[in-house]
Nanobody
Framework: QVQLVESGGGSVQAGGSLRLSCAASGRTFGSDVMAWFRQAPGKEREFVAAITWSGAGTYYADSVKGRFTISRDNAKNAVYLQMNGLKPEDTAVYFC???????????????????WGQGTQVTVSS
């Protein structure tokens, strides 16, 4: 049974920080591209960040550059998202995703990811 489980969400005030974790099980994800997406009420699911299997390549949405940092620990089969300087517009359900495919530019498209977590709620108040 392949599972991705997010944790670390919560409610914070604007300017605060949170660290999201994604624990994977059922298979080894060390060779996978892993990513974070988010979906706010009434909005489409959008790309947040991605990281290559080696951790050498990271990619961010323009809206979070300089504030969010994605990282991974392959020994723990985990990926993380450090979120600093949170804004109310960051409020959303955050999803962890993974795929063994080499997507290139398609890494930004949610439909290209094979595995998904259940999501964790992040709420930022002003």
């Amino acid at each position: 049974q392949v599972q991705l489980v997010e944790s670390g969400g919560g409610s914070v005030q604007a300017g605060g920080s949170l660290r999201l974790s994604c624990a994977a099980s059922g298979r080894t994800f060390g060779s996978d591209v892993m990513a974070w997406f988010r979906q706010a009420p009434g909005k489409e699911r959008e790309f947040v960040a991605a990281i290559t299997w080696s951790g050498a390549g990271t990619y961010y949405a323009d809206s979070v550059k300089g504030r969010f940092t994605i990282s991974r620990d392959n020994a723990k089969n985990a990926v993380y998202l450090q979120m600093n300087g949170l804004k109310p517009e960051d409020t959303a359900v955050y999803f962890c995703a993974a795929t063994p495919r080499h997507l290139g530019p398609r890494r930004y498209e949610p439909n290209e990811y094979e595995y998904w977590g259940q999501g964790t709620q992040v709420t930022v108040s002003s």
